[in-house]
């Protein structure tokens, strides 16, 4: 007999009997209290958001999301995210944070063997439609009593409970099929993300898709700004350069063979065709050690793919590289000059980076005494003559000219495809910061959105100047179409935007207005380098999709 609540044939689930999970904690968040809000993070584990009253937003990697019952948001480890949910009394959402493992080990005699490559990926992310909210409530009920309990059958069966959530959740997905061109694309991308290590081919990735095979090819091309094949092997590599770090220590061809290449030579050949470097030397040039004596220099050397061996303690980056590639080799340095001094002195980086603005002319000789000292110029070079530059400067030039010409191509797909809907309008983008509102034109992630993707400036807008402010009438009276804030924590800053967002709330319903409202906290998004940057391509076509 077959049980009519069980998994439907799907590839994207094939693993799932090979797959064993961990709760690791549930938490209930009510108005007012909790964790809630979540604050900027990166995410450690997995985590399953479940509204049960009210709604919210979720922003993940820079993309906005909408947070309502009905459904279940899917955070995946690495993710940057912050999480709000509207001032009601109707507020109510649980967080589980889990783990995934396989039951079987890799073949020892061919791939690595890291903990962290181990793990399979959760076949879901994102937000999925559930059929009962009410069902889902009763579950984190139990679980939370179960978990809480000082009794270890208790909370065995918590973790009992959660398999049956799990079940319930997997089953709501399998259950969807795309309902348009995104939604298969995506899912497509998905299957390669997390079958990147087998054989793949056009026509399986098409009927994953539910398009044709020539379909397909236009579709992902038009999408993604790269073919299918393409995109599976820059992921390929992707997750090579992860097992190139200086805390491994794997052999070429295992690692060939781990990321779905027989043939090492051709690894090599795509490897450099990716990153511009070949293999040897990125491992070569991975062990070097390289500190930064400014956190907002870190984001250039993550799109490197560099761990740097010192960075800033109070800086939330050092934070992000622990978790990512599970490591505590980076240094944090101490506030006061001569402490940190000290530090590199003991250390004996390779090479340091600092900027022009942060290090003194007594500090530059005792930098240098340690290692070849950089100075980035904060303010007459833009983005990608700073990332140029440090590449330059710690040998990783061809890495450096090959992400900018992905950044490239990424934005051009993004510019056919917000060409391709409505007239994208007028756009004006603030930061507000106390009593101060700020227009964002040049040095800062507007110049993603003119001059990388074209948008139009609204007619308050001074290129020209570099920091415009104006009053807030005149934010209020703008031409723009689509509006973008960046709003300071401060009580003061949120007691200005608080005032915007009520006195939007007078107009008569009207969906395209709400529409046009975008809303970013300070950081990451204020600093400027690559990372950033890239986080704002990536959030421009979902930016004010859906905003309510």
């Known amino acids: 007999m077959n049980d009519k609540n069980s998994l439907p044939p799907s590839k994207a689930f094939g693993e799932l009997d090979q797959m064993w999970f961990r709760l690791r904690s549930i938490m209930h968040g009510r108005n007012p209290g909790g964790e809630w809000p979540l604050r900027l993070q990166f995410v450690e584990s997995y985590m399953l958001l479940i509204p049960i009253a009210g709604q919210g937003s979720i922003t993940v990697d820079g993309k906005y999301c909408e947070l309502k019952a009905g459904c ?56 999925i439609a559930i059929q009962s909210t009410i069902t889902y409530s009763k579950l984190c009920e139990l679980i939370s009593g179960y978990m809480g309990s000082p009794a270890p059958l208790q909370r065995l069966l918590a973790q009992s409970r959660f398999y049956e959530l799990l079940h319930s959740l997997l089953s709501s997905a399998g259950q969807m099929q795309p309902t348009d061109t995104d939604t298969a694309m995506e899912r497509a991308k998905l299957y390669i993300e997390q079958h990147y290590r087998e054989e793949l081919s056009i026509s399986l ?8 095979v020539r ?39 295992d690692i060939a063979a781990y990321v779905g290449y027989k043939d090492v030579p051709y690894f090599r050949r795509k490897f450099k065709q990716i990153t511009g470097v070949a293999p040897a030397t990125f491992m070569r040039n991975a062990k070097l050690k390289i500190a930064v004596c ?30 990512k590639y599970e490591t505590d080799a980076v240094l944090p340095l101490a506030r006061e000059d001569t ?31 340690i290692a070849p000292t950089f100075l980035v110029s904060p ?66 992630l507007a110049e993603v959105f003119y001059d990388d993707l074209h948008f139009i400036p609204a007619s308050v807008v001074d290129r020209k100047l ?83």
């Open 72 to 127: 279940v948001f899917v955070c995946l480890p690495g993710q940057l995210i912050e999480a709000s949910m509207e001032d009601t009394a109707e507020q109510s959402v649980y967080t589980l944070r889990f783990d995934v493992y396989s039951q079987h080990s890799i073949s020892e005699e061919q791939q690595p063997t890291r903990p962290a490559e181990l793990h399979l990926p959760f076949p879901l992310s994102g937000n």
């Open 379 to 444: 303010l007459q070079t833009d983005w990608r003559s700073q990332l140029h530059f440090i590449g330059e400067c710690v040998g990783r030039a061809p890495e450096a000219a090959a992400w900018l010409n992905n950044y490239e191509r990424k934005a051009k797909s993004i510019r056919v495809k917000l060409g391709q809907g409505p007239a994208m309008g007028k756009l004006l983008l603030v930061r507000i910061s106390a009593q101060s509102i700020t227009v964002l034109s040049t040095r800062s």
């Open 294 to 323: 400014h956190g907002s220099l870190t984001g250039a050397l993550l799109t490197l793919n560099i761990i740097p061996c010192a960075a800033p303690a109070d800086h939330p980056w050092a934070e992000y590289y622990r978790r």
């Open 215 to 253: 379909h397909f090819i236009r579709l992902f091309k038009q999408t993604y700004g790269l073919s299918a094949i393409e995109y599976l092997t820059e992921y390929r590599i992707r997750q090579a350069r992860s097992l190139m770090l200086p805390q491994t220590n794997y052999e070429l061809k």
């Open 205 to 212: 990735l098409a009927a994953e898709a539910g398009t044709s």
């Open 339 to 369: 402490l940190w001094i000290e530090q590199l002195t003991l250390l004996r980086p390779d090479y340091i980076l600092g900027l022009e603005t942060s290090v003194s002319r007594w500090m530059l000789p005792q930098l240098q005494a």
């Open 466 to 548: 570099s920091n415009q402010t104006i009053t807030p009438e005149e934010l209020w009276s703008s031409d723009a179409d689509k509006l973008l804030f960046i709003v300071d924590e401060d009580a003061a800053s949120q007691a200005v935007w608080s005032k915007f967002r009520d006195r939007a709330s007078l107009l008569p319903p009207d969906p395209a207005w709400f529409s046009r409202i975008g809303h970013l906290p300070p950081y990451p998004w204020t600093e400027y380098n690559s990372f950033t940057q890239e986080l704002a391509l990536d959030s421009a076509l979902t930016l004010w999709r859906n905003r309510t």
